[in-house]
């Protein structure tokens, strides 16, 4: 059993519960053992094409460290910076093999939408003064 919902208010919340409940509960009586989580909703499918379709324009655009680099190495970049920008701590580890280190922060994968949107918000910018020209439509000037 895995099911996935999302609660928009209180009332879809209660909804949600009731109808859930009787479910849960047989699996219970049953043996089973079950895991309920509850989070913040994460980004959408469309929030996440715009972070990469951003993330690829300065791929594409900016030389790091005397080269190109890929739209993975440029989320892990800015997501460290944005990070450092709120004040929220990153981790530089020594390497598990030894052989330098390491930056241990948190997945795109996992913030909340406001995050999300937040962190897009300062790739845009941070591009912009890069001199990026983005090809997505949502960073036109209206």
Not at 49 to 64: F, G, M, N, P, Y
Not at 76 to 91: D, F, H, Q, V, Y
Not at 106 to 119: D, I, V, Y
Request: include cysteine.
């Amino acid at each position: 059993m895995r099911q996935t919902i999302v609660l928009h208010n209180a009332q879809t919340g209660h909804t949600a519960y009731t109808l859930l409940w009787p479910k849960l509960k047989a699996h219970l009586l049953a043996g089973h053992k079950l895991v309920l989580s509850v989070k913040p909703e994460t980004r959408s499918d469309a929030a996440n094409r715009l972070l990469h379709a951003t993330l690829s324009d300065i791929a594409r655009q900016v030389e790091w460290a005397g080269k190109k680099r890929d739209v993975d190495i440029w989320k892990r970049l800015l997501t460290a910076a944005w990070m450092r920008a709120r004040g929220e701590s990153i981790e530089l580890l020594p390497a598990a093999d030894g052989s330098g280190v390491d930056i241990v922060f948190r997945h795109t994968s996992q913030l909340s939408r406001a995050e999300c949107s937040e962190l897009q918000e300062y790739i845009v910018a941070w591009g912009t003064e890069q001199g990026v020209r983005f090809t997505a439509r949502e960073h036109e000037p209206a």
